[in-house]
């Protein structure tokens, strides 16, 4: 659970980087806020098709947000 915590973690940092609310991206990814507070909050898991859809909204690498990569490029 370490490193899906971690990966929650920065999507979380990503979106108070750019001074996003949840509910901002939520409305992106077209979910309701609460299925989107579960994600970044690691009760649920991040399924892949929206991990590529933060990663290119973001500008960084699917492996940083699955904390393959520890920068971002």
């Known amino acids: 659970m370490k490193k899906a915590t971690y990966r929650y973690q920065r999507i979380r940092d990503l979106r108070e ?3 996003l609310t ?3 991206i939520a409305d992106y990814l077209n979910l309701y806020l609460n ?3 579960r994600y ?3 009760q649920q ?3 892949i098709n929206l991990v590529k859809r933060l990663s290119a909204f ?3 690498s699917i ?3 699955t904390e393959i990569e520890e920068e971002i490029k």
């Open 45 to 47: 898991t991040i399924p």
């Open 35 to 37: 299925t989107y507070r």
């Open 22 to 24: 949840q509910q901002q």
């Open 17 to 19: 980087d750019k001074d």
């Open 63 to 65: 492996d940083y947000l």
């Open 58 to 60: 973001y500008g960084v």
């Open 40 to 42: 970044e909050t690691g």
